[in-house]
């Protein structure tokens, strides 16, 4: 059955540098599967002990994309500090797993290797969705506290059946003949006979047993430099025996199970022949006479997306206000330097020349190009056919040519004037260094904002987007349950928020107790709070000085936002979400409930969506701003969902599963490797809650997290500088996992990054366009004069030797380093040679008599 699920190699087929490979498919030593939902898992994202995190060098966090083998394509990780962390060898020899973020960084400097990076968390519902066989479940807690419950009349307090004693382990193994506890049960299955018996006949033979109270703890010793010649320790860490190296020799604690396993007495004497089997792990039970199950059957290849995200949302670029300049503003687009600008001479200051739409009002008669009139009146557009030049009132087209009318003409403005008056509007003074508007409008109409809101907004240094809203990004992460404590507020606010129970229907009186998460409720990073804060200020600036109305938020730190209401959206569609504030998080990720994310039309894979205030929406956001362009509606909250309805939102979220414990027939089935959809029936899934009370409340979790936050805050992609230090850090990576192939990752990386880039920026460099550095006019070639025919400035190559040899050197020691192939060598140095042909000058130099002559004779 077990050859029924191979390998996969898709994703590492196209690998990107700096983002590592964690592990090669289905390879001992990669993650370790392990099925189950923390409040922070589940609809395509996934979780690992913040342990592991920290280990891989901080190149996963909360929010890191990372490309899976299985069940999907991608998942989002989140921390999950219950479940097991990563087993490494430290310089000192000694072996030990990791669970605790806090040793993790205290051991970081001393890891040699890291032999097992620890477990992964994937819900059922995950293997429903993507329609994926189950893989066999390792044997877990979970699963055997089922078999000790079915086995066992005594009844043991939790915390002594999680860790028990080795007295304990063994007695309810002998005398209930309760299966092996998956504490002292060793990855047999991952070394084969051979290797089994030269440890057995090591241990035998060269072991030292002290025995502690009568099957009690007991370590087990042997000789360190036998055992490296002989290659048993090795063999010890492929089974994640956990040891310790001291004066020369290896200390296994509570080791009894160990021996047992390998058919040894407590003398360290054969107490059974070898059995006649390649499996090893049936081979330690039949010697042991436990009951001994697969620690670790299934292995899932992993390595890094895309980094996560949590930063404002811009235009590129910037933008503070829809208000066209053209080329006043010089580069940066800056409105300030437009009020100053001339176009000659002789010229008006500050009169500029744009293309806007013109518009009447119907009232007063005024000309104007915005939609309402200085006298109150909204205004209509007045159109004009750009052919015959005649206005046409009342029609959409041209009565003499048939041709479509527009409002759009070329205006001169006298900007200098409009740019004071604005200020003097808002009561500002113009105190402002930059104010960044946009060279051309791209709606169809050519409708601008009001300057004053650009005013405002370069006040409270916050930025839009094409439709007039403020936006901030962040990566979208799934949360069903949350606690006062680690969202930055307290239960009292949460009882504000209508919060009033926990999960066990107690009443909410504790920071942390843990509550189910209502649907529309969003829990956003503290930088996102920030920014939301500067855009809120803004908006009260907007009511107050340009409506003229009272302030709505009164917000002076984020704690005042908790219960703002926001709106949700993913690019791509036109469908903005309502969603209430409800905490913030250390995390650089926007947790919010799979029904809100799903509503969104997202799942959790790694994406990133906006949220902004519902205000700000209602406010600045209009349609007439969207650009007159194919997609030019999508990300834009055309429309408001403002309840969600289980029903309506995507079937991915009525896969999750949301009980507290997977039934045993669950974990007999993924032994047979069955589809999903037959045990579908047994699961607590959303799907059988549908149309009851249950599908917003009492859902539950299998596996808990002390903090959602737990981890790295920034993946070390983000923090590394350079191209070349973060592929330097991968390769580092690489060569420390067990799992990993590094001159495989090396190979990968040059064929699927750096050689295609090599060749496209060579193709790039004699293909290039010519730009002008004034006005940043752009020319097929280079103009005969030398200089812009426009305005005069310098022209100069918008593609640079630099950025044609920018990954040549690291190509070069990369393939040397790692021994690649010598067909990709061979491709490296022809690369070489045309990149040198090519920026090199081989003109024949005239030598002189003395460039002949060496030494004094010189």
Not at 25 to 34: A, T, V, Y
Not at 125 to 135: A, I
Not at 428 to 452: F, S
Not at 564 to 592: D, E, M, N, Q, W
């Amino acid at each position: 059955n077990k050859n029924k699920i191979k390998p996969k190699d898709k994703y590492i087929r196209d690998l990107i540098a700096g983002r590592p490979v964690f592990s090669h498919p289905s390879r001992p030593g990669g993650f370790r599967l392990r099925y189950g939902r923390s409040r922070n898992t589940s609809f395509a994202s996934a979780g690992i002990n913040p342990a592991t995190m920290v280990l891989l060098d901080d190149f996963i966090t909360n929010g890191t994309q990372i490309k899976v083998e299985r069940p999907g394509k991608a998942a989002a990780m989140s921390a999950v500090d219950s479940i097991e962390g990563p087993t490494i060898r430290l310089f000192s020899g000694d072996l030990i797993r990791v669970d605790d973020i806090k040793e993790a960084y205290e051991v970081r400097p001393q890891v040699e290797s890291i032999i097992d990076i620890g477990e992964i968390l994937i819900n059922y519902g995950d293997f429903l969705e993507n329609n994926h066989p189950l893989m066999p479940s390792p044997y877990v807690f979970e699963w055997w506290r089922y078999d000790y419950e079915a086995a066992c009349p005594e009844k043991l307090p939790e915390e002594e059946l999680k860790n028990p004693s080795v007295a304990l382990a063994l007695r309810l193994a002998r005398e209930y003949n309760v299966p092996l506890h998956p504490k002292f049960t060793y990855l047999w299955h991952d070394i084969n006979r051979s290797e089994f018996e030269a440890l057995r006949k090591f241990v035998a033979e060269k072991g030292i047993f002290l025995k502690g109270d009568p099957d009690g703890e007991g370590i087990l010793k042997l000789p360190l430099e036998a055992s490296l010649e002989e290659g048993i320790k090795p063999v010890l860490e492929k089974l994640l025996v956990l040891h310790r190296v001291k004066e020369g020799e290896i200390l296994i604690k509570d080791a009894l199970p160990f021996i047992l396993c390998l058919g040894l007495d407590q003398s360290l004497k054969e107490k059974a022949d070898m059995p006649d089997t390649d499996d090893m792990v049936e081979a330690a039970g039949i010697l042991s006479g436990f009951k001994v199950y697969p620690r670790a059957p299934s292995r899932i290849g992993a390595r890094m997306g895309r980094p996560e995200k949590a930063n404002l949302r811009k235009m590129s670029p910037a933008a503070q206000v829809l208000f066209p300049i053209n080329n006043a503003g010089g580069m940066t687009r800056n409105l300030v330097t437009a009020s100053d600008y001339t176009s000659s001479m002789n010229a008006k200051i500050g009169e500029i020349e744009v293309e806007l739409g013109l518009r009447e009002c119907p009232a007063c008669g005024k000309e104007t190009y915005f939609w309402r009139c200085e006298c109150g009146e909204f205004t209509n557009p007045k159109l004009s056919c750009p052919r015959c030049n005649i206005d046409v009132r009342g029609a959409e087209t041209c009565p003499k040519c048939g041709r479509k009318a527009t409002s759009v003409a070329n205006v001169k403005l006298d900007f200098r004037s409009i740019y004071k008056q604005a200020f003097e509007n808002v009561g500002e003074r113009e105190k402002v260094d930059i104010i960044k508007g946009v060279k051309r409008l791209m709606n169809g109409q050519m409708t601008p904002e009001p300057l004053e809101k650009g005013i405002l907004r370069a006040k409270h240094d916050v930025y839009i987007f094409k439709d007039g809203t403020v936006r901030y990004d962040m990566s979208d992460i799934p949360l069903t349950h949350i606690r006062a404590d680690e969202i930055g507020i307290t239960a009292a606010k949460l009882r504000e928020l209508d919060y009033k129970e926990d999960i066990y229907g107690k009443p909410l009186e504790r920071d942390d107790q843990v509550v189910c998460l209502k649907v529309q409720d969003l829990v956003i990073s503290y930088d996102g709070g920030q920014y939301m804060l500067r855009t809120a200020k803004y908006i009260d600036d907007l009511l107050v000085k340009y409506y003229k109305v009272e302030p709505y938020y009164n917000a002076e730190t984020i704690q005042d936002l908790v219960g703002a209401l926001l709106i949700g959206l993913a690019p791509h569609t036109s469908a903005g979400v309502l969603g209430r504030l409800v905490g913030f998080t250390k995390a650089s990720v926007g947790y919010a409930h799979p029904f809100f994310h799903a509503s969104k039309r997202r799942n959790c894979d790694g994406d990133e969506d906006c949220i902004m205030l519902l205000m700000d929406g209602i406010l600045n956001f209009s349609r007439s701003y969207l650009p007159e362009k194919r997609g030019g509606k999508m990300d834009a909250p055309l429309v408001l969902t403002t309840r969600i309805d289980p029903k309506e939102v995507d079937k991915e979220a009525h896969n999750i599963d949301v009980s507290a414990s997977y039934p045993i027939e669950f974990y007999r089935a993924t032994q047979e490797i069955k589809n999903p959809t037959e045990i579908e029936s047994m699961m607590d899934l959303v799907s059988s809650r549908l149309g009851t009370p249950e599908q917003y409340e009492h859902f539950m979790f299998t596996h808990d997290t002390s903090n959602i936050a737990a981890g790295p805050l920034n993946s070390s992609y983000k923090t590394l500088g350079s191209m070349v230090e973060k592929m330097e850090a991968q390769l580092s990576l690489a060569s420390k996992i067990r799992a990993v192939d590094a001159p495989d990752v090396a190979e990968r990386v040059l064929k699927s990054h750096f050689l295609p880039d090599l060749i496209g920026n060579l193709r790039s460099f004699s293909r290039q366009r010519m730009r002008c550095i004034k006005c940043g006019e752009k020319f097929r070639r280079p103009p005969l004069t030398g200089s812009c025919p426009k305005c005069g400035g310098n022209v100069i190559l918008t593609v640079h030797e630099g950025a044609v040899r920018k990954y040549l050197k690291i190509s070069k020691e990369i393939g040397e380093r790692y021994g690649v192939s010598s067909y990709t060598r061979q491709r490296i140095e022809l690369l070489d040679y045309d990149i040198c042909s090519l920026f090199e000058n081989h003109k024949v130099k005239q030598l002189g008599l003395s460039d002949f002559m060496s030494g004094p004779a010189r």
